[in-house]
């Protein structure tokens, strides 16, 4: 779910450079009827989310919706959790949001990857603290070591501003650098992504070729200079310059909001101290490897 090294770093918004911390509810007293000493009331958080609702059509549950709340992890979610290996990684996390989430209205199906990526951060946080290590290549000691991150070092950083979305339409605007050609793409996301994964496999059983970029063009173009009609959209995409071409699919880098979760870590082999993004993988949650 990280989007990591691979990504054009936008220039941060002012607004949000600065490290905001999560905004906490008051945790319940300890209920005088409790035999425990504790609430039996479970406490929770709002997670403020990186696309502050701007980036969902008009029609979506989370259109306008800046912050979710969210409770924090029982029980119930660590025996979810333990369950957690590779293969099941996409599913899990989208359960584990969908049972912390308050408004029972909005699903982890509705989210952006930004916004559900701030959840997990929130519910990593607030279940096992934010201290994170993990297993990575250390350039200094050669060496596969385990680094250490703090998961509170994250900042929100905002797309351009010239960033052009309708939530109307569900559709971003961009003109093409070297043609001039004006697209209206298709709000790309994990789902889409699927689909060409889908496309791919099929293909190859068929022993049909498959050209990647091809594919991913003509998923997201849904227009061009206003004609719709998907043949004469396919052959546009065919010779379409590579610098056009490369320009729609860094755009989908940079479109929306993101979480920044770059950050000084030490190699706590040799003590190295290296800048880099956390690593978010199925190993997020367990703390016990």
């Not at 369950?83 to 899990?92: H, L, P, S």
Request: hydrophobic share 35%.
């Amino acid at each position: 779910m990280t989007r990591n090294s691979k990504k054009l770093q936008p220039e941060p918004n002012e607004d949000f450079k600065k490290e905001k911390p999560t905004k906490q509810r008051q945790t319940p007293k300890p209920n005088s009827g409790s035999p425990f000493g504790i609430s039996f009331v479970v406490p929770t958080e709002m997670v403020t989310l990186p696309s502050r609702g701007k980036y969902y059509p008009a029609t979506s549950a989370v259109h306008g919706v800046e912050e979710v709340e969210v409770r924090h992890m029982t029980a119930k979610e660590e025996d979810l959790l333990s369950t957690v290996g590779g293969t099941d990684e996409k599913n899990i996390f989208d359960k584990l949001i969908d049972g912390v989430l308050i408004n029972t209205s909005i699903s982890s199906a509705d989210l952006l990857e930004e916004d559900k990526m701030a959840i997990l951060l929130t519910a990593r946080i607030t279940g096992y603290g934010a201290e994170y290590r993990v297993p990575l290549y250390c350039e200094a000691c050669t060496e596969t070591r385990e680094f250490l991150f703090d998961l509170s070092k994250n900042k929100i950083e905002d797309p351009p501003e010239d960033i052009e979305y309708d939530p109307e339409s569900d559709t971003f605007s961009l003109t093409l650098p070297l043609t001039g050609i004006e697209l209206k793409l298709l709000n790309f996301n994990k789902s889409h992504t699927a689909q060409i994964e889908e496309d791919r496999k099929r293909k190859e059983k068929l022993n049909i070729s498959f050209n990647g970029t091809l594919a991913f063009l003509k998923k997201v173009t849904l227009s061009a200079n206003g004609i719709e009609d998907p043949a004469q959209i396919a052959k546009l995409i065919e010779v379409l310059p590579a610098a056009d071409a490369k320009t729609v699919k860094s755009f989908f880098e940079n479109c929306r909001p993101r979480i920044n979760t770059e950050q000084e870590a030490p190699c706590t082999g040799c003590d190295s101290i290296s800048l880099k993004e956390v690593p978010l993988s199925w190993a997020f949650f367990r703390t016990d490897i």
